[in-house]
């Protein structure tokens, strides 16, 4: 069982007001309001499609146990496996905390854990020789805190995520008030924003 708990917010939208309002040939004040609301919705709508995390915020992931490994051989019976860290990118892990029956957390020595940044989603797996210490709560015994997204600022969310935003955030707009636009699988296939996320989108977490 896993819990996700996002403990810090991203400071800032992958879209400013200006381009949006550039993108839309929107030239007053009016909407200002509206058009931030709809910013924010066109991110949530591309994380929730792509299953990723664009700017930077801080989670916890808890665990009740460590994960089983999968495969074939006695030594698969007792070896713990990965842990996939959902929201990639993964940026860095701050620490992995084994609580105990008096719910006091330990760190784990950071030598132990092997932390795969590269891998999409991100995984943490134990150094050789590593044996994995055993919660003493039975639920959430294990947390690993991480930083997630592509980074703090706009700009470093990929231009194709971003440009599909736009058209999702523009679509929004033109049809704010149809019944049609409270569907969000309408909105992204219409505004065409589906298909600029598709290559960024990840297979379902196993």
Same mark, same amino acid.
């Given at each position: 069982?896993?819990?996700?708990?996002?403990?810090? +917010?991203? +400071?800032?939208?992958?879209?400013?007001? %200006? &381009?949006?309002?550039?993108?839309?040939?929107?030239s007053?004040?009016?909407? %200002?309001?509206?058009?931030?609301?709809?910013?924010?919705? *066109?991110?949530?709508?591309? /994380?929730?499609?792509?299953?990723?995390?664009?700017?930077?915020?801080?989670?916890?992931?808890?665990?009740?146990?460590?994960? @089983? &490994?999968?495969?074939?051989?006695?030594?698969?019976?007792?070896?713990?496996?990965?842990?996939?860290?959902?929201l990639?990118?993964?940026?860095?892990?701050?620490? $992995? #905390?084994?609580? %105990? /029956? #008096?719910?006091? !957390?330990?760190p784990?020595?950071?030598?132990?854990? $092997?932390?795969?940044?590269?891998?999409r989603?991100?995984? $943490?797996?134990?150094?050789?020789? !590593?044996?994995?210490?055993?919660?003493?709560?039975?639920? #959430?015994?294990?947390?690993?805190?991480?930083? @997630?997204?592509?980074g703090?600022? +706009? +700009?470093?969310?990929? *231009?194709?995520l971003?440009?599909?935003?736009?058209q999702?955030?523009?679509?929004?707009? @033109?049809?704010?008030?149809?019944? /049609? @636009?409270? *569907?969000?699988?309408? !909105?992204?296939?219409?505004?065409g *924003?589906s !298909?600029?996320?598709?290559?960024?989108?990840?297979?379902r977490?196993?």
């Amino acid at each position: 069982m896993q819990k996700l708990v996002e403990t810090t +917010a991203p +400071a800032a939208e992958p879209l400013t007001l %200006d &381009e949006v309002k550039l993108h839309l040939r929107v030239s007053t004040d009016t909407d %200002d309001a509206l058009i931030s609301t709809l910013i924010a919705a *066109a991110r949530m709508m591309c /994380e929730s499609y792509t299953g990723l995390a664009l700017i930077s915020r801080q989670c916890s992931l808890y665990l009740d146990c460590w994960p @089983a &490994e999968t495969g074939r051989g006695p030594r698969y019976r007792s070896a713990p496996g990965a842990i996939k860290i959902p929201l990639p990118p993964l940026s860095a892990v701050a620490a $992995i #905390n084994i609580y %105990d /029956e #008096n719910d006091t !957390a330990t760190p784990m020595d950071a030598g132990d854990y $092997i932390v795969d940044a590269a891998a999409r989603p991100g995984r $943490i797996v134990l150094s050789e020789g !590593a044996s994995p210490p055993e919660p003493g709560r039975a639920v #959430n015994g294990i947390e690993v805190q991480f930083t @997630a997204g592509y980074g703090a600022e +706009a +700009a470093d969310v990929p *231009a194709l995520l971003r440009l599909g935003m736009k058209q999702l955030a523009g679509w929004l707009y @033109a049809h704010r008030g149809d019944a /049609e @636009a409270g *569907a969000p699988e309408a !909105a992204l296939t219409l505004s065409g *924003a589906s !298909a600029l996320f598709r290559p960024y989108r990840l297979m379902r977490l196993s």
